[in-house]
């Protein structure tokens, strides 16, 4: 099974900042297969990026997604209000089972 | 609009049993893979298994092999998730959320369902 470590488990920023997450898997990734999730309190997880790199429908181009192999970075170039949540990366690698990070809270500062 | 709704809140005491579901609509239900995720503060949230409806070909997590039962009903666009013998650590929320790729690869989760908070205590 692979285990994914998110960093930092807590981010502070302000609205306007720049916020990245990092996602590092104790082993390789096959075929990128890594997503990004949204979670507000609440509510239930929403995909923001697939493939490593690729936007769901309907998220902003804010949200970028890079990575390959263990390291995969998830980026939100400036924060705006509605931003402020859990994230989770999530690897669907080829064989099952597929696992999820432990999350990283961005907070207002 | 392309859903899934959950059934609602369940109160179970130990050594019940529950079934919990998810109906889709606004997309063709048979051709998604659908799959379960449990979410608790303690563990975050774990993979638990995925059913395609269309032949109801069923993965699980070996977290939860022979623990909960996955099975769909595609006339009625339903996928369900059993557990026998509750504990009172199945207290959790469980999702579930449809795969957005294909039969194949691609097993993100592009769609979720709004949750069934589930309770087990004596």
């Known amino acids: 099974e692979i285990v994914l470590t998110q960093s930092p488990g807590t981010l502070s920023l302000s609205p306007g900042e720049r916020a990245t997450f990092s996602c590092r898997a104790s082993?390789?990734?096959?075929?990128?297969?890594l997503a990004w999730y949204q979670q507000k309190p609440g509510q239930a997880p929403r995909l923001l990026i697939y493939?490593?790199?690729n936007r769901a429908t309907g998220i902003p181009d804010r949200f970028s997604g890079s990575g390959s192999g263990t390291d995969f970075t998830l980026t939100i170039s400036r924060l705006e209000p509605e931003d402020f949540a859990v994230y989770y990366c999530?690897?669907?690698?080829?064989?099952?089972?597929?696992?999820f990070g432990q999350g990283t809270k961005v907070e207002v500062k | 609009e392309v859903q899934l709704v959950q059934s609602g809140p369940e109160v179970k005491k130990p050594g019940e049993s529950l079934k919990i579901s998810c109906t889709g609509s606004?997309?063709?239900?048979?051709?998604?893979?659908i799959g379960w995720v449990r979410q608790t503060p303690e563990r975050g949230l774990e993979w638990m298994g995925i059913?395609?409806?269309?032949?109801?070909?069923?993965i699980y997590s070996p977290s939860f092999q022979g623990q909960v039962t996955i099975s769909v009903d595609k006339s009625i666009t339903t996928a369900y998730l059993q557990r026998t013998s509750l504990k009172a650590s199945d207290t959790a929320t469980y999702y579930c959320?449809?795969?957005?790729?294909?039969?194949?690869?691609?097993?993100?989760?592009?769609?979720w369902g709004d949750g069934t908070t589930v309770t087990v205590s004596s």
């Open positions: 493939g490593a790199s």
């Open positions: 059913i395609y409806p269309d032949d109801s070909h069923t």
């Open positions: 999530h690897q669907y690698g080829t064989s099952p089972p597929w696992t």
């Open positions: 959320a449809r795969v957005g790729g294909s039969y194949y690869s691609d097993y993100y989760m592009d769609l």
């Open positions: 082993q390789s990734v096959s075929g990128r297969y």
């Open positions: 606004g997309y063709n239900f048979a051709t998604y893979w």
